[in-house]
């Protein structure tokens, strides 16, 4: 059986998109986390307008360090609660 770990995030304000406008800041965000290995797979507006999206993806050991790893390469900005520690070099 399939191990999974969860994450929430919670999306940048929502912009329409216009012609030939670069995707927007919340389905950036989304992509960054896909890149991750992070699947969608739930999502809800809150009391104060934002959305938050449930994420999930295979649990591996290995998994924190290629977060890291990632981030590192792609210098993408994600909520501090949601970063992974530093435990030292990868």
Do not use: C, H
């Amino acid at each position: 059986m399939t191990a999974w770990e969860y994450l929430v995030i919670a999306l940048p304000r929502f912009e329409a998109p216009t012609a030939g406008q670069e995707p927007s800041a919340a389905l950036q965000a989304l992509n960054a986390e896909g890149e991750l290995g992070w699947e969608a797979v739930g999502m809800t507006v809150l009391a104060d307008e934002s959305v938050a999206v449930l994420l999930k993806r295979p649990l591996e050991a290995d998994a924190a360090a290629a977060d890291r790893s990632l981030l590192r390469r792609l210098r993408v900005g994600r909520p501090e609660s949601n970063v992974p520690a530093e435990n030292g070099p990868d």
